[in-house]
């Protein structure tokens, strides 16, 4: 394994076009995370997965945002008519379990909606 | 206009001086700390941990203080290095919560 991946590195659309990311955890974590950060603050928390199972869901997510783990390995967050404020960094992040030392964060997909 | 979001705090840290950065919580209940590193580009990377029933932890080169009475947090760097230069954030994880939250960043510039 190489770490988490993410993909696209970066995606540029038009505002009211609908955006797929994928993330590819490290193959044994069980847990797969989403955050969201935009330029000068920390990364805020979306969604998580165990296994195939999404358990928790922010409020940040809104009903445009839809994550997947149809399989318990990756990962897809799709976000429909997007709009300018959606334009941000989208982390993914995994871990075997609850332990955060190994909680391990891609590099991100830098969104920019225009 | 610029965004306020830009405005990162910044240290300045000579190359082999010490550097503290320094983070406040809000949530009482919190009963996991970590800092991360956060380079340009890359996603952020753990560095250190402590659990709310210690007040000190050290690792390589960094030592992480608690402070429950102030919900104070902060991290200490020993002989900061260029390759330390970067956005440290501090992450407090709720009881019973499986997800971070994530304080506002600390920008670190080592200056050789």
């Known amino acids: 394994d190489t770490g988490v991946s993410q993909n696209p590195r970066h995606k540029i659309t038009k505002r009211g076009q609908n955006v797929t990311f994928r993330c590819d955890p490290i193959?044994?974590?069980?847990?797969l995370y989403w955050y969201r950060q935009t330029l000068g603050q920390g990364p805020e928390f979306l969604t998580y997965?165990?296994?195939?199972?999404?358990?928790?869901k922010s409020r940040l997510l809104s009903d445009r945002f839809s994550a997947e783990r149809p399989k318990g390995s990756f990962s897809t967050l799709e976000i429909q008519r997007t709009e300018q404020g959606d334009s941000a960094m989208y982390l993914c992040?995994?871990?075997?379990?609850?332990?955060?030392?190994?909680?391990?964060f891609g590099s991100g997909t830098q969104l920019s909606v225009l | 206009g610029e965004s306020v979001g830009l405005h990162l705090p910044t240290l300045s840290v000579q190359e082999g001086d010490n550097s503290i950065i320094n983070c406040a919580y809000s949530?009482?209940?919190?009963?996991?700390f970590i800092w991360y590193k956060q380079e340009s580009g890359k996603g952020p990377q753990f560095i250190i941990d402590?659990?709310?029933?210690?007040d000190k932890r050290q690792g390589q080169r960094v030592t992480v203080l608690l402070n429950k009475t102030v919900k104070h947090l902060s991290l200490q760097i020993a002989a900061t290095q260029p390759g330390d230069s970067a956005v440290y954030f501090c992450?407090?994880?709720?009881?019973?919560?499986?997800?971070?939250?994530f304080g506002g960043g600390t920008r670190v510039l080592v200056k050789p």
């Open positions: 992040a995994s871990s075997l379990g609850q332990d955060h030392e190994k909680l391990l």
């Open positions: 193959s044994e974590h069980n847990r």
């Open positions: 997965f165990q296994n195939e199972a999404q358990l928790e």
């Open positions: 949530n009482s209940a919190s009963d996991y």
């Open positions: 402590i659990r709310s029933n210690m």
């Open positions: 992450a407090e994880n709720r009881a019973a919560g499986n997800k971070l939250t």
